[in-house]
T-cell receptor
Framework: DSGVTQTPKHLITATGQRVTLRCSPRSGDLSVYWYQQSLDQGLQFLIQYYNGEERAKGNILERFSAQQFPDLHSELNLSSLELGDSALYFC????????????FGPGTRLTVT | AQSVTQPDIHITVSEGASLELRCNYSYGATPYLFWYVQSPGQGLQLLLKYFSGDTLVQGIKGFEAEFKRSQSSFNLRKPSVHWSDAAEYFCAANNQAGTALIFGKGTTLSVSS
């Protein structure tokens, strides 16, 4: 158990819908990262937050957004969902914002039908 | 562009035999390097990391990895594989901004009895 929690574990929704994925980092970690894992793209970095502020952006679509709250939990919002958004979404946390080892949550499996 | 390459998509090893998983990186400087393991339906667990210093690093579960600057490699090894080691293994490096991890495509390890 990494100490990073993600909810829900599974999510099934229809195209065009909007969903919110939630992540709670390890106690004391200030950084939260979101990654998408799909069969064709592998593991791709989406976005990083550090102590409530956006720190870095990766391959995140404009239909996706995230935020980190004062209690340091984070939410990833996915809207206008397409079939291709079906993937495993991981949250990771690290103590600081730079080059630390990252600890991953169990992931949320999103299926868009 | 920075990249991490795992040349082997799938490897099968007999239980009790030794294991080496290959990882090569393309990077402007010496990156921070990591190996993660993902069991079916699970998140990613950090096996070991290299930041600097001794080029042979020890990790959990009896794994070790050796950083070779001349070969831009960071191969993962285990002297004797157990059936429970069957999983997918990911090599990763921090991006140059230090804000995210770049992952290889992964190597699936099967263990035969």
């Amino acid at each position: 158990d990494s100490g990073v929690t993600q909810t829900p574990k599974h999510l099934i929704t229809a195209t065009g819908q909007r969903v919110t994925l939630r992540c709670s980092p390890r106690s004391g970690d200030l950084s939260v990262y979101w990654y998408q894992q799909s069969l064709d793209q592998g593991l791709q970095f989406l976005i990083q937050y550090y102590n409530g502020e956006e720190r870095a952006k990766g391959n995140i679509l404009e239909r996706f957004s995230a935020q980190q709250f004062p209690d340091l939990h984070s939410e990833l919002n996915l809207s206008s969902l397409e079939l291709g958004d079906s993937a495993l979404y991981f949250c990771a946390s690290s103590p600081s914002g730079r080059s630390d080892e990252q600890y991953f949550g169990p992931g949320t499996r999103l299926t868009v039908t | 562009a920075q990249s991490v390459t795992q040349p082997d998509i799938h490897i099968t090893v007999s239980e009790g035999a030794s294991l080496e998983l290959r990882c090569n990186y393309s990077y402007g400087a010496t990156p921070y390097l990591f190996w993660y393991v993902q069991s079916p339906g699970q998140g990613l667990q950090l096996l070991l990391k290299y930041f600097s210093g001794d080029t042979l690093v020890q990790g959990i579960k009896g794994f070790e990895a050796e950083f070779k600057r001349s070969q831009s490699s960071f191969n993962l090894r285990k002297p004797s594989v157990h059936w429970s080691d069957a999983a997918e293994y990911f090599c990763a490096a921090n991006n140059q901004a230090g804000t995210a991890l770049i992952f290889g495509k992964g190597t699936t390890l099967s263990v035969s009895s």
